[in-house]
């Protein structure tokens, strides 16, 4: 009995045993289910930091500041798949805030909807969750512009911002190519409709209603458009043929001509009705009014045979003439024109709005005539109004000026007057620069730059500004016009990796523009300038400054319309603020760099591409070049240009381009300030993109938008991942501004 218990006891232990060894199992099966359920943790932080800049509303629940499973734990709006968050959908929560600033790293998220809510107040962040299909701000209070980094989202299917106060459209819409609904309604965006919608192949829906576009909506002929609504704006023109059969249009509360637009001016056609071509003038239904009566009397005749028929004979001849006179006149008019420019190497008139077309080409000589168009062909008076046109004296040239075909500031400045309520910055006075500078005393002079000096100015409110007076009457003949067209250039500039103007004076023969003030100085002295006061820069934030110069390239480059070349790229004009954010300063300034003093300095022949030595001709690719020798700056710690060196050490991109490939030159070559503080893989992708920026030959040089991606690729890689949202919207940095791998 006593065994048979113990047996029992013994199994009854075994079963035990066994229970708890599964139990133990289990538990370790739920805790690894757990774990590969856990959301990715670059989502966990985005949403995190959403929350937070949401101000934390109580109805979003399950949400909160840190950590959290947004996917294990179904927090409120957010579908997953996987441990990858692919929506978000908070439409109508009453949300105040705004979006969050490392919301790319979401970049499984297909679908943002937080619309109707409150959220805005300044501009939407453009670090932007990059594959989105859906993107729905639509009823919130979002001011500012319309972030640049749309134009990368290649995917995006769905665009709503209507219902805003939005006021600037920097997105270039050439890769949209996917989009099908486009709403811009009920905002406050002027000017004319971007060209580059008409890139938009797949566009259905475009709602552009109740804002002050001006110009007219030829842009949008070629699209596919059924629904369109451009009403309550300040549009002109013609209606495209195209566009009237689109089954829903509305485009009422303009000013459209009810006619579709006109392959020549429609002066004629209102004077006399359409007629059938007579035989003895086939086709021609462009008449002079004159011929068109002397047509009319002939074809009428009822009165006599003979009459009618020799007043049709002589209205054929006398328009056979004017016709020959016509030809004539253009033949004479384009060998007149394409002999005068070849002898001045300078065409046309914007003022005028001639026909002539001239592009410059690299070699520094121009096309001949590209087109010629006649206003009103067989009309004399139209005829003498162009010849004329065609053969006024081009205006005045400057002869130091250097052009390339992709540099949009070959066109002589000049033309209209600048509305200057379209100016987007503060209009100082010379007093109050003067007594924000103390008279711009020496002791608040901070630097001297190509283009001027440089002061420190505080302004009553406490707001620090860098002042920079610009001497432009040695220059130009109308300083004052151009000053004022220079300012709405550089107004327009909105990137947060540029120098931000703040204002502008014009006034008694001072030209002043006023920028945010950055407490770091710039990048040249922070590397070059030990006085015993700034930080070795980390390797971190050597490739964040990087990362965002180059955003600012790719953004003068690919996004602004017309392009912007920066033409001085350097150290000293790269900008650092109490974070080592990069703010890249002088863009807008390129119609004052060709300049022989500026072209022959030692500090800036570091920088020149070898095509500008030899022929001064810029480009975005001499950009480019200069961009790599920064690159190279902030690798090495070394001056683009040191005399103090050994003459083969003298030129950094002659020194250093031969070791980049070099895995052992290359640890020589590194700063020593590091000491040795850097992963190995990050330097070597690095120095290939470097070794691709300063190549010799302009046309093996990548674009901007490469560049950024190679280094966007090197942070991902080496776990970087918070220098990627690392920008002038981003405030949330540990004390030193640094980042651990």
Same mark, same amino acid.
């Given at each position: 009995?006593?065994?048979?218990?113990?047996?029992?006891?013994?199994?009854?232990?075994? *079963?035990?045993?066994?229970?708890?060894?599964?139990?133990?199992?289990?538990? *370790? $099966?739920?805790?690894?289910?757990?774990?590969?359920?856990?959301?990715?943790?670059?989502?966990?932080?985005?949403?995190?930091?959403?929350?937070?800049?949401?101000?934390s509303?109580?109805?979003?629940?399950?949400?909160?500041?840190?950590?959290?499973?947004?996917?294990?734990?179904s927090?409120?709006?957010?579908?997953?798949?996987?441990?990858?968050?692919?929506?978000?959908k908070?439409?109508?929560?009453?949300?105040q805030?705004?979006?969050g600033?490392?919301?790319?790293?979401l970049?499984?998220?297909?679908?943002?909807?937080? !619309?109707?809510?409150?959220?805005?107040?300044?501009?939407?962040?453009?670090?932007?969750?990059?594959?989105?299909?859906?993107?729905?701000?639509?009823?919130n209070?979002?001011?500012?512009?319309?972030?640049?980094?749309i134009?990368?989202?290649?995917?995006?299917?769905?665009?709503?911002?209507?219902?805003?106060?939005?006021?600037?459209?920097?997105?270039?819409?050439?890769?949209?190519t996917?989009?099908?609904?486009?709403?811009?309604?009920?905002?406050?965006?002027?000017?004319?409709?971007?060209?580059?919608?008409?890139?938009?192949?797949?566009?259905?829906?475009?709602?552009?209603?109740?804002?002050?576009?001006?110009?007219?909506?030829?842009?949008?002929?070629?699209?596919?458009?059924t629904?369109?609504?451009v009403?309550?704006?300040q549009?002109?023109?013609?209606?495209?043929?195209?566009l009237?059969?689109?089954?829903?249009?509305q485009?009422?509360?303009n000013?459209?001509?009810?006619?579709?637009?006109?392959?020549?001016?429609?002066?004629?056609?209102s004077?006399?009705?359409?007629?059938?071509?007579?035989k003895?003038?086939? &086709?021609?239904?462009?008449? %002079?009014?004159?011929i068109?009566?002397?047509?009319?009397?002939?074809s009428?005749?009822?009165?006599?045979?003979?009459?009618?028929?020799?007043?049709?004979?002589?209205?054929?001849?006398?328009a056979?003439?004017?016709?020959?006179?016509?030809?004539?006149?253009?033949?004479?008019?384009?060998?007149?024109?394409?002999?005068?420019?070849? #002898?001045?190497?300078?065409?046309?008139?914007?003022?005028? %709005?001639?026909?002539?077309?001239? #592009?410059?080409?690299?070699?520094? @000589?121009?096309?001949?005539?590209?087109?010629?168009?006649?206003?009103?062909?067989?009309?004399?008076?139209?005829?003498?109004?162009?010849?004329?046109?065609?053969?006024?004296?081009?205006?005045?040239i400057d002869?130091h000026?250097?052009?390339?075909?992709?540099?949009?500031?070959?066109?002589?400045?000049?033309?209209?007057?600048?509305?200057?309520?379209?100016?987007?910055a503060?209009?100082?006075?010379? $007093?109050?620069?003067?007594?924000?500078?103390?008279?711009?005393?020496?002791? %608040?002079?901070?630097?001297?730059?190509?283009?001027g #000096?440089?002061?420190?100015?505080?302004?009553?409110?406490?707001?620090?500004?860098?002042?920079?007076?610009?001497?432009?009457?040695?220059?130009?003949?109308?300083?004052?016009?151009?000053?004022?067209?220079?300012v709405?250039?550089?107004?327009?500039?909105?990137?947060?990796?540029?120098?931000?103007?703040?204002?502008y004076?014009?006034?008694?023969?001072?030209?002043?523009?006023?920028?945010?003030?950055?407490?770091?100085?710039s990048?040249?002295?922070?590397?070059?300038?030990?006085?015993?006061?700034n930080?070795?820069?980390?390797?971190?934030n050597?490739?964040?400054i990087?990362?965002?110069?180059a955003?600012?390239?790719?953004?003068?480059?690919?996004?602004?319309?017309?392009?912007v070349?920066?033409?001085?790229? @350097?150290?000293?004009n790269?900008?650092?603020?109490?974070?080592l954010?990069?703010?890249? !300063?002088?863009?807008?300034?390129?119609?004052?760099?060709?300049?022989?003093e500026?072209?022959?300095?030692?500090?800036?022949?570091?920088y020149r591409?070898?095509?500008?030595?030899?022929?001064g001709?810029?480009?975005?690719?001499?950009?480019?070049?200069?961009?790599?020798?920064?690159?190279?700056?902030?690798?090495?710690?070394?001056?683009?240009?040191?005399?103090?060196?050994?003459?083969?050490?003298?030129?950094?991109?002659?020194?250093?381009?031969p070791?980049?490939?070099?895995?052992?030159?290359?640890?020589? *070559?590194?700063?020593?300030?590091?000491?040795?503080?850097?992963?190995?893989?990050s330097l070597?992708?690095?120095?290939?993109?470097?070794?691709l920026?300063?190549q010799?030959e302009?046309?093996?040089?990548?674009?901007m938008?490469?560049?950024?991606?190679?280094?966007?690729?090197?942070?991902?890689?080496?776990?970087? &991942?918070?220098?990627?949202?690392?920008?002038?919207?981003?405030?949330?940095?540990?004390?030193?501004?640094?980042?651990?791998?």
């Open positions: 009995m006593a065994k048979a218990s113990l047996g029992w006891f013994r199994q009854a232990s075994g *079963m035990a045993s066994v229970s708890f060894t599964g139990a133990v199992m289990l538990l *370790m $099966a739920t805790a690894f289910l757990g774990v590969t359920a856990d959301t990715t943790s670059d989502d966990v932080t985005a949403l995190n930091t959403f929350y937070t800049t949401l101000n509303p109580s109805p979003l629940t399950n949400w909160v500041a840190q950590n959290g499973d947004p996917c294990g734990q927090w409120l709006g957010i579908t997953c798949s996987g441990s990858r968050v692919i929506t978000i908070l439409p109508s929560m009453g949300l805030g705004t979006l600033y490392n919301m790319n790293i970049t499984a998220l297909v679908e943002l909807d937080v !619309s109707n809510n409150n959220l805005g107040g300044s501009d939407i962040p453009y670090n932007l969750p990059p594959n989105l299909e859906r993107l729905n701000l639509e009823n209070s979002f001011s500012g512009t319309l972030p640049y980094s134009s990368q989202m290649s995917s995006l299917k769905y665009l709503n911002i209507g219902h805003n106060q939005l006021s600037g459209i920097n997105v270039m819409f050439n890769q949209l996917n989009l099908t609904t486009l709403d811009l309604s009920d905002n406050k965006f002027s000017g004319t409709l971007p060209d580059s919608l008409s890139s938009v192949t797949s566009l259905t829906m475009l709602h552009l209603q109740n804002n002050q576009f001006t110009g007219t909506i030829d842009v949008l002929s070629d699209l596919p458009l629904d369109l609504n009403e309550n704006n549009l002109s023109g013609a209606i495209p043929d195209k009237k059969g689109i089954s829903n249009l485009i009422s509360g000013s459209f001509s009810n006619s579709p637009a006109p392959s020549s001016p429609p002066s004629t056609a004077q006399s009705p359409p007629r059938q071509p007579s003895g003038n086939p &086709g021609n239904s462009n008449k %002079n009014p004159s068109a009566s002397n047509g009319d009397d002939g009428d005749g009822g009165d006599g045979g003979g009459g009618g028929r020799s007043s049709k004979v002589g209205g054929g001849a006398v056979g003439i004017v016709i020959s006179v016509v030809v004539l006149g253009a033949m004479v008019a384009f060998f007149l024109i394409k002999r005068k420019s070849m #002898r001045d190497q300078r065409g046309g008139d914007p003022e005028k %709005n001639e026909p002539l077309t001239l #592009r410059p080409i690299a070699s520094g @000589k121009f096309n001949q005539l590209r087109a010629i168009s006649i206003v009103s062909p067989t009309a004399k008076e139209g005829l003498q109004k162009t010849v004329s046109m065609n053969l006024k004296p081009p205006s005045k002869l000026k250097s052009f390339d075909e992709s540099d949009p500031t070959d066109k002589p400045v000049k033309a209209k007057k600048i509305d200057l309520s379209s100016i987007r503060t209009a100082y006075t010379v $007093a109050d620069l003067q007594m924000a500078t103390e008279s711009f005393s020496a002791n %608040n002079l901070i630097g001297e730059g190509s283009f #000096r440089v002061y420190r100015a505080e302004i009553s409110d406490n707001k620090v500004l860098a002042v920079k007076k610009i001497n432009l009457s040695a220059l130009l003949s109308n300083p004052s016009d151009f000053f004022i067209h220079l709405a250039k550089i107004s327009k500039l909105n990137h947060p990796n540029l120098s931000e103007l703040d204002g004076c014009s006034e008694h023969g001072q030209y002043l523009l006023a920028y945010e003030f950055y407490m770091n100085g990048l040249h002295d922070f590397l070059h300038l030990s006085d015993g006061y930080k070795t820069l980390s390797w971190n050597r490739v964040k990087a990362l965002g110069s955003r600012a390239l790719e953004y003068m480059h690919e996004t602004c319309s017309p392009s070349i920066h033409k001085n790229f @350097k150290s000293s790269i900008l650092l603020d109490n974070e954010n990069p703010h890249v !300063s002088d863009c807008g300034f390129a119609e004052l760099i060709p300049n022989q500026l072209q022959e300095s030692d500090e800036n022949s570091g591409a070898p095509e500008v030595t030899m022929s001709q810029y480009s975005q690719k001499s950009d480019v070049y200069s961009f790599g020798v920064v690159m190279l700056e902030l690798l090495t710690g070394r001056k683009a240009f040191d005399r103090s060196q050994p003459w083969p050490q003298q030129s950094l991109v002659r020194w250093a381009t070791q980049l490939h070099d895995i052992d030159a290359l640890d020589q *070559m590194v700063d020593p300030a590091l000491e040795g503080l850097y992963p190995a893989k070597s992708r690095f120095a290939d993109a470097i070794a920026c300063v010799p302009p046309e093996f040089r990548p674009p938008s490469e560049v950024v991606q190679s280094l966007v690729r090197l942070v991902q890689r080496s776990s970087m &991942g918070s220098v990627l949202s690392c920008d002038s919207n981003s405030r949330r940095y540990d004390d030193t501004g640094d980042y651990a791998f």
